[in-house]
């Protein structure tokens, strides 16, 4: 069900004319359980061989749990487990995306900061999968998760 309505919302506000396509909404609280193997995100950085490994990432991290809390401190957040220093270093990286896509500088810089200021596990199913692909980078940003390490888990 959340599949069909992210697309349905990504696909409606596309399609709204009026200038600039919107984004999907940043923040959304609440319980978001995505079992799906579906990526909500399959733009550039996505890599349809990579999406094994995207989902035992995401069962190993947060079993589906796209609203999942770390143990106290409560360090790292959301379906992938990223804490505040990797969300920071995703929503740059997500601007200068946005900006090639040919979005104005002011609404990739709105998304930089609301993904910035918005707690991982408020964050939006298709911005986590996003921000997981844009940190992926085919694989070269994999030391950003235990379960990535060969003979673990994922691999």
Not at 2 to 31: D, H, N, R, Y
Not at 36 to 47: A, D, F, K, R, T
Request: glycine share 8%; proline share 5%.
């Amino acid at each position: 069900m959340i599949v069909l309505f992210a697309t349905v919302t990504l696909t409606a506000s596309l399609l709204s004319g009026g200038g600039e396509p919107q984004l999907p909404a940043v923040k959304q609280i609440g319980e978001k359980y995505h079992p799906s193997s579906v990526s909500l995100y399959q733009g550039e950085e996505y890599v349809e061989g990579d999406n094994r490994t995207r989902l035992c990432i995401r069962d190993r991290e947060s079993n589906d749990i796209y609203s999942a809390v770390s143990k106290p401190p409560n360090t790292y957040r959301g379906a992938y487990q990223m804490n505040d220093a990797l969300i920071d270093g995703a929503a740059w990286m997500i601007q200068k995306s946005l900006r090639k896509q040919g979005h104005t500088r002011q609404q990739s810089q709105k998304i930089r900061k609301e993904l910035q200021a918005t707690k991982g596990n408020q964050i939006a199913p298709y911005w986590q999968d996003r921000m997981f692909w844009t940190i992926w980078r085919q694989g070269k940003g994999r030391a950003h998760w235990y379960h990535t390490v060969p003979g673990t888990a994922c691999f």
